[in-house]
Structure formats: C-alpha cells, structure tokens
C-alpha cells in the first residue's frame, strides 16, 4: 500500500518549469517596401510570447544621424553666441572701433567734447579728401605761427586763413575787370557775389571754385558755434586749403 501511493505522488508532480529567451530573429537582407522589424520571442515552460519592434533602415540613420548632428551643431552655436557675457562683447566692440574711441577719449581727456566739433572735423575731412587740386607741402604753406594757433585759438585761425581768401578773391575780381558788371559798390563788395562772378567769366577752375564754398560753408561754422574747439589737426588743415585756395585765386589774377 505504501509503494503504491509513492507511485502515485510521483506520477503528480508537476515539472519544473524554466524560461528562456530565444535570440531575437534577423530580418531579411533583401529591402521591402515596409519597414524592418525586430521579433523577440520569450518561451516559459510550454507557452511562448513573441514581441515585434520596428527597426529603422539604413537609409532613415543616416539622415536621422546627420539631422541629429548638424542641427546640434547650429544649436550649439546659437547658445554660445546667445550666452556670451558683456564684457566679452565690450572687448569685440572696443576692438572693432578702436580708433574711433581712442579719438574720442583724447577728446574727453582735453575737455573738448561737442557736436560742433565733431561735424567740422568730419567735414575738413572730407572735403580734403575730395578736392581735386594741386596740393603743396604743408610745412610751405602753413607758417610755425598758424600751425601754433590752431591750438591755442582755433576760430581765429579759421577766421584769418578765411579772410585771406576773400582778399584774393576781390583783387582777382578787380584786376580781372569783373567789378563793372555789379549793380552797385556794394555788390562788388560782396563774396557770394565775387565767386559767382569770377564763376560765370571762368577765371578760375570749377574745383577751386567747389573748395571755396566748402571753406565758406566751414568758416560759418566755427564763426558761429559757441565754445568750439576742433582738434588742431583739423584747424591746420582747413588753414592749409585756405592757403592753397589764396594762392590759386593770386595766380589766376596775374594770368
């Protein structure tokens, strides 16, 4: 009787059951038209459970690789330029007009700060750049004294050298004979007058001519600007056109 029921508990025990995991299946090397997928299998005892997960191409990592890439890249960049401190942009802007700040800060250090200034230093600049005439040296036309004014008074440099051309100017128009066309004294006295005249019987070369209205329009600048002080540079060279203006209008009085 006991072998018998030894017997029989031995025939009802249950297996023991193990679980293993089969490798996942490779897809087909030939390329469809659908997407790859991965299968996964798991087998517990006597069941299996099977999982499919798609598989990107090789095609779609590529660009999905260099999408991921460039696109970082960029962002990157973009965060950098985004996060840069201020003082990192000071030093760029500081560099990049270097020369413009440091004229501006011997101006500050000297007191001398003023829109004034700034536009008559900008325009003798620029009308010497564009004058076409004969140029002289300047230490041949710009006395030690002139040069020496144009820092202690600089409107009375630009003043004088102006007061010279018109002299030249009337003595051009007087020995030219061009005084007998005013309507009156008066009129021959006057320079818009006198230029328009020695224009009109060609005495003089139209860039000569371009020049006196630019140091024309400059003398009235400086006339009548309160406290100005333009750097001497810019007093010496608008003395130098002067200069050079008084003896173009000599000459062409003797020719």
């Not at 798609?54 to 965060?79: H, N």
Request: hydrophobic content about 40%; glycine content about 2%; aromatic content about 8%.
């Amino acid at each position: 009787m006991m072998a018998l029921l030894v017997c029989v508990n031995a025939w009802s025990v249950e297996p023991e059951v193990t679980c293993k995991e089969v490798s996942p299946k490779k897809p087909p090397s030939v390329r469809t038209k659908e997407p790859l997928v991965q299968e996964i299998s798991i087998t517990c005892g006597n069941q299996t459970v099977s999982q499919t997960a798609p598989e990107k191409t090789p095609d779609k990592k590529e660009r999905d690789d260099a999408s991921f890439s460039w696109g970082k890249i960029v962002e990157e960049i973009f965060k950098l330029i985004g996060t840069l401190s201020w003082p990192v942009a000071a030093v760029l802007i500081a560099y990049l007009f270097k020369k413009e700040l440091a004229a501006m800060l011997a101006r500050l250090k000297k007191g001398k700060f003023g829109s004034a200034e700034f536009e008559f230093e900008n325009y003798v600049r620029e009308v010497d750049a564009e004058a076409d005439i004969p140029r002289a040296p300047e230490n041949e036309s710009i006395s030690p004294t002139a040069a020496a004014r144009a820092s202690t008074d600089p409107r009375g440099a630009i003043v004088s050298a102006w007061i010279e051309v018109e002299d030249e100017l009337f003595n051009l128009v007087r020995r030219r004979d061009l005084s007998e066309q005013a309507s009156s004294p008066r009129q021959s006295k006057n320079t818009v007058w006198a230029i328009r005249a020695v224009q009109k019987a060609q005495a003089l070369d139209s860039n000569w001519i371009a020049l006196f209205h630019d140091l024309r329009t400059l003398r009235n600048e400086a006339a009548h600007s309160t406290d100005f002080s333009p750097p001497p540079e810019a007093v010496i060279k608008y003395v130098q056109l002067a200069k050079e203006l008084a003896n173009a209008m000599r000459v062409a009085a003797i020719g």
